[in-house]
T-cell receptor, first 116, second 111 residues
Framework: DAGVIQSPRHEVTEMGQEVTLRCKPISGHDYLFWYRQTMMRGLELLIYFNNNVPIDDSGMPEDRFSAKMPNASFSTLKIQPSEPRDSAVYFC??????????????FGPGTRLTVL | SQQGEEDPQALSIQEGENATMNCSYKTSINNLQWYRQNSGRGLVHLILIRSNEREKHSGRLRVTLDTSKKSSSLLITASRAADTASYFCATGNSGTYKYIFGTGTRLKVLA
């Protein structure tokens, strides 16, 4: 099993540009999470999906952020337009089916985003 | 806002010594998990302790939970250089998959 796969690993872009981050969860996992990690705010949950359906997007900072999960093996997090304060490491994680609140999350390696 | 706050923020010890990290949280929980993050990598799950458990072991890891004090501790015994990483607690409640992560403890084990 390759684990959770994220691409790209590093992204440098200029303010105002659109950024798309990609994630492939572990096969058989039906929960997918997007997190953002910064020194100031730590690890923040942005949104999570169950069976490709967004369940809780209360952590999405603003309308510039959007996430989709068109199928069980692929999700995207898009920022349009990007701003320097969006610079962070973005993690995707997945969980297998199970009792809510007792699940281990499997994290991808993250995408380090720098917005100039 | 952060649910868990780890203490200390940073810890430096010699190889072979024990490392203890603490996590305090604010609201009632059903379980608490500990994760490790190596530099430049994603988080890796270490151990989960349920609210009705007081202590749990996994290899060189020992986790305690005191729900009356809303706190947990992670003890790594006989530390190794490879244990150098950041350690995070994450609190969860039944019925939700939304975990709240703490601020982390940066552990450095000197060879």
């Amino acid at each position: 099993d390759a684990g959770v796969i994220q691409s790209p690993r590093h992204e440098v872009t200029e303010m105002g540009q659109e950024v798309t981050l990609r994630c492939k969860p572990i096969s058989g996992h039906d929960y997918l999470f997007w997190y953002r990690q910064t020194m100031m705010r730590g690890l923040e949950l942005l949104i999570y999906f169950n069976n490709n359906v967004p369940i809780d997007d209360s952590g999405m900072p603003e309308d510039r952020f959007s996430a989709k999960m068109p199928n069980a093996s692929f999700s995207t997090l898009k920022i349009q337009p990007s701003e320097p304060r969006d610079s962070a490491v973005y993690f995707c994680a997945s969980s297998p089916p199970g009792l809510a609140g007792y699940n281990e999350q499997f994290f991808g390696p993250g995408t380090r985003l720098t917005v100039l | 806002s952060q649910q868990g706050e780890e203490d200390p923020q940073a810890l430096s010890i010699q190889e072979g010594e024990n490392a203890t990290m603490n996590c305090s949280y604010k609201t009632s929980i059903n379980n608490l998990q500990w994760y490790r993050q190596n530099s430049g990598r994603g988080l890796v799950h270490l151990i989960l302790i349920r609210s009705n458990e007081r202590e749990k072991h996994s290899g060189r890891l020992r986790v305690t939970l005191d729900t009356s004090k809303k706190s947990s501790s992670l003890l790594i015994t006989a530390s190794r250089a490879a244990d150098t990483a950041s350690y995070f607690c994450a609190t969860g409640n039944s019925g939700t998959y939304k975990y709240i992560f703490g601020t982390g403890t940066r552990l450095k084990v000197l060879a």
